[in-house]
């Protein structure tokens, strides 16, 4: 899926709604903008995607990302208000007029002197552009920080998404392995590919989710595999799955058993057997 990848994805949004100075209630809407976005251009460059990938990222970054991201507008809008208002001629001045002010009572009015004031006034104009810059500098340490932590959260998501979206795949893997081995394990009790088939279309049609209903078929090769099915560890979606995969499998064994004739002979015996 083209780099779609949460921390990238977040990061975008989040300089998105940054740069247009989105309101805190439009960031749903800049999330849902971004991803019909992305899906299009992606469908553009690649030949294929998956829209549920973008569905699931979409609600991810909805529910999780941006309660962070509110969270830290909300810890930092008074320091990022506080160093937007703030001016240098501000400090500039008021340094000037404090410390030439001081002066001039500790001095007696001496400092006024013209000789005496414009040096002290520009180095009270340094004294005070430095102190505006530490003060920028403090409040963006804090900002700077602060976005540290939210990305580290994001982080937190990626990698925890990551290991879901691993242990789906293995998990997935590791099904198909399963009912692979289950085929191979049927078929050793079919030499001809039409018994197989009739006894396939006989569960497919009957779906046996108890141990009465299984022994009434009384299709003993295929036991060990309806015993998932009766003991209640699948839904009927997974009953479903797991009859297309075994279909998928078997016509794989059988096309390696005999590659020239099976696929010829299957069609033209399809409206008998299924």
């Known amino acids: 899926m083209s780099q779609l990848q949460l921390n990238k994805v977040s990061k975008e949004i989040i300089r998105h709604a940054e740069e247009a100075l989105v309101p805190e209630k439009g960031l749903p809407r800049v999330v849902d903008d971004y991803f019909i976005q992305r899906l299009k251009q992606d469908e553009m460059q690649q030949a294929q995607v998956d829209p549920r990938l973008y569905e699931g990222l979409r609600k991810l970054v909805k529910a999780e990302v941006v309660p962070l991201y509110e969270q830290f ?129 006989k569960i497919r049609e009957a779906d046996p989710t108890t141990p009465t209903e299984m022994k009434a078929l009384n299709v003993p090769a295929f036991e060990r595999f309806l015993k998932f099915h009766v003991d209640g560890q699948h839904s009927e979606v997974a009953r479903q799955h797991r009859f297309n995969r075994l279909f998928i499998e078997a016509h794989e064994v059988f096309v390696s058993r005999d590659r020239e004739n099976y696929v010829l002979d299957h069609l033209k015996d399809s409206p008998k057997t299924l």
């Open 73 to 201: 507008r909300k810890e930092t809008w008074r320091i990022r208000e506080r160093r937007q208002k703030r001016k240098v001629w501000q400090f500039v001045l008021g340094t000037v007029i404090v410390c030439e002010a001081l002066e001039a009572v500790l001095t007696r009015g001496r400092s006024i002197a013209p000789q005496v004031f414009l040096p002290t006034a520009i180095l009270y104009s340094l004294i005070g552009f430095i102190i505006f810059t530490a003060t920028q500098y403090i409040d963006d340490l804090y900002l700077t920080r602060a976005r540290r932590r939210l990305e580290k959260s994001i982080e937190g998501l990626e990698e925890k998404v990551q290991t879901d979206i691993d242990y789906d795949n293995r998990r997935q893997l590791l099904d198909t392995d399963v009912l692979r081995a289950e085929a191979l394990e049927i078929l050793t009790h079919y030499d001809k590919a039409e018994d197989f088939w009739r006894d396939y279309l």
